[in-house]
């Protein structure tokens, strides 16, 4: 069975720090293309990081660089978001895609929602005072 499952999420203090992961099972981490996207209330839904199968590159969305790091580790196929100073306006569903087969073909990253077939349930994050 194909499934993703979120785990890490939680409420805490502006300035604080959580870490999501990402357990994948019936995919190899080795051969699929894992992103982290967030969605808020009355927001579109957004991408957050992502990690090639490839290379092991990985890109960060603009407001996150800096304060959030993606990873993986493919002995427990499991994919992480370490976030820290998190801020109010990161407060969302957060959720982990996959997809196979996909290259960048002149993307310049692969923080697009549509390109990913499999997703997980998703998991809250609140950041609030």
């Known amino acids: 069975q194909v499934q993703l499952v979120e785990s890490g999420g939680g409420s805490v203090q502006p300035g604080g720090s959580l870490r999501l992961s990402c357990a994948l099972s019936?995919?190899?981490?080795?051969?699929?293309?894992v992103g982290w996207f967030r969605q808020a209330p009355g927001k579109d839904r957004e991408g957050v990081s992502c990690?090639?199968?490839?290379?092991?590159?990985?890109y960060d969305a603009e407001f996150v660089k800096g304060r959030f790091t993606i990873s993986r580790n493919i002995t427990q196929n499991t994919v992480y978001l370490q976030m820290t100073n998190l801020k109010p306006d990161d407060s969302a569903v957060y959720y982990c895609?996959?997809?196979?087969?996909?290259?960048?073909?002149?993307?310049?990253?692969?923080?697009?929602?549509?390109?990913?077939?499999?997703w997980g349930q998703g998991t809250q994050v609140t950041v609030s005072s």
């Open positions: 895609a996959a997809v196979g087969s996909w290259t960048l073909h002149g993307r310049i990253n692969c923080l697009y929602p549509h390109e990913f077939d499999i």
């Open positions: 019936g995919l190899n981490l080795a051969y699929v293309t």
């Open positions: 990690i090639l199968s490839s290379d092991v590159s990985t």
